[in-house]
């Protein structure tokens, strides 16, 4: 399996061009520190006056390393299939071979910090849902009130085992329409470049 980059993650990536072994090996941990703790910026900040480069720059080329690491490590690509993919980076064999030596180093230990990042949030597993309509009341004899009941079933997976929990959620059709709607909306904006720039920026 092949690893497909992105234009901007092969911009974020094309720093490592100016870095020696080291630098690449020092990016690495940074990486690992990312995904184990979240963004530091004072790190980002060393990092860039060590190297005499924007801020900026460090931390899209972390970004993208990690990024580069956590997909190979997520797929378990081999480690020709790895070399395959960071050859259309357009990278010199010092460099890819740095890569790779970063990965087999540490991919086992990547492939540990995302599933314990996994397990504690519940996924989806299935949805239920029934249409209830009042026809009348005591007060009213004629009107019409719908109802939409949901249910729906979440899965939990942990080190021993997976738990099953149910959500009920009830909603007008009216409501309910608005919402899918707005999220439609939502995942239609978050897909344009103006909105991949912004959250990246944000991280």
């Known amino acids: 399996m092949l690893l497909v980059l992105s234009e901007d993650h092969k911009e974020h990536l094309s720093f490592l061009t100016k870095a020696d072994g080291s630098v690449v090996e020092e990016f690495g941990r940074i990486a690992l520190d990312f ?12 990092a860039a006056r060590k190297l005499c480069v924007p801020v900026g720059m460090v931390q899209h080329g ?8 956590t997909e190979s490590s997520k797929h378990m690509i081999s480690e020709v299939d790895f070399m395959d993919s960071v050859l259309a980076l357009g990278f010199g064999e010092e460099l ?8 087999v180093q540490h991919k086992h230990q990547i492939r540990s910090i995302l599933s314990q990042l996994l397990c504690n949030q519940p996924a989806y597993h299935n949805l239920e849902w029934r249409l209830d309509v009042q026809l009348a009341s005591r ?20 080190d021993v ?25 939502a995942l239609a904006a978050v897909k344009t470049s103006h909105a991949r720039r912004i959250l990246r920026n944000i991280k």
């Open 62 to 69: 972390v970004e993208g390393l990690m990024f580069l690491m």
């Open 96 to 103: 890819n071979q740095s890569l790779l030596q970063l990965y």
């Open 139 to 158: 007060s009213v004899r004629h009107q019409i009130v719908p109802m939409v009941t949901i249910r729906l079933l979440l899965t939990r997976s942990s």
């Open 161 to 185: 085992g997976s738990t099953h929990s149910c959500m009920d959620l009830q909603t007008d059709p009216r409501s309910l329409l608005h919402m899918i709607s707005t999220l439609e909306a």
């Open 35 to 46: 995904l184990r703790k979240g963004t530091n910026p004072k790190i980002y900040e060393g």
